[in-house]
């Protein structure tokens, strides 16, 4: 009867120290461009979207920072320009 209790105990501690071990912290699914566009959403951007043929750019600016994405048949280019007031 000990062996079963022993065995039963060592088996809840076992399960308790692996679930506990388990990466509960949520993944950010999201794209690089997602998370651009959301950040410029965020700030206040200007937001400009042109499709053309399946070409597809879109140009944020704020008052510090413009931002343009270019996506060409699953090419996607971005260019990041950040106005500094020391330079």
């Known amino acids: ?8 105990v060592m088996a809840l ?3 308790v120290s692996l679930t506990s ?3 509960t912290e ?3 699914v ?3 461009n997602e998370r651009i566009i959301d950040d410029m ?3 206040g951007a200007e937001i ?3 499709e053309d043929d399946g070409d597809t750019k879109i140009k944020m600016e704020t008052d510090d920072r413009k931002v343009k994405i270019k996506e060409d048949d ?3 280019k971005v260019k990041v320009k950040t106005d500094n007031d020391d330079n």
Request: net charge positive; hydrophobic share 35%.
């Open 21 to 23: 071990c388990r990466d």
């Open 48 to 50: 400009k979207v042109k």
């Open 41 to 43: 959403k965020a700030d």
């Open 26 to 28: 949520e993944k950010d």
């Open 74 to 76: 699953g090419d996607v």
């Open 1 to 8: 009867m000990k062996k079963v209790i022993f065995m039963s």
């Open 30 to 32: 999201r794209t690089e």
């Open 13 to 15: 501690f076992l399960s």
